[in-house]
C-alpha cells in the first residue's frame, strides 16, 4: 500500500538505484544521487517517489519536459518503476497520476510514454491507464568518446 507521491530527495539515490536496476539499468548510489542532482539544477523535469506505509520507497518516475520545434511542448515519462515486491498495488497509477498533475502544473497538455517492446506488461498498464500507442520507431545511438 502507497502512503504518499513526493518529489525525490538526495537520500532517496540509493533506492532509485536499486529500483533502476530491475529496469535493467545497472547503476549505483553515487551515479545515481548525481543524476538527481542534475536533474534538480536543470529545472526541466522532476522525479518523483512513491514510499509504502513503513516510509521506504517502492517506486519512482521521472519526468521532463521535451520541446521540439515540430510540436508543442510536451512532458516525456523518461522512467517508471515500482518494486517487484510492490507491483500491482497501485504505486504505479498513483506515479502517473502525479506526472499528469505536474504535467499540467507546468501548462502542458500531453505526456509521452516510450515504452520498450519487450516490455508488454508495461504496455498494457499503460493502455489500462487510458493511454493508446501512437507509432512504432527505431532508435539509432552513437557514443561519441
Known sequence: MILRIRPSVPADAEALALLTEQLGYPIDAATMAGRLQDIAASGSGVVLVAEGVDGSVVGYAH?????????????????????????????????????????????????????????????????????????RQVVFVRHLG
Open 63 to 135: 519526468a521532463l519536459v521535451q520541446r521540439f520545434t515540430f510540436a508543442d511542448p510536451f512532458v516525456e515519462l523518461a522512467a517508471l518503476v515500482v518494486d517487484e515486491a510492490a507491483r500491482s498495488d497501485g504505486a504505479g497509477a498513483a506515479l502517473l497520476q502525479a506526472v499528469e498533475d505536474w504535467t499540467r502544473g507546468a501548462g502542458i497538455a500531453t505526456v509521452y510514454v516510450r515504452s520498450a517492446v519487450s516490455r508488454e506488461h508495461a504496455h498494457l498498464f499503460y493502455l489500462r491507464e487510458g493511454y493508446h500507442e501512437s507509432l
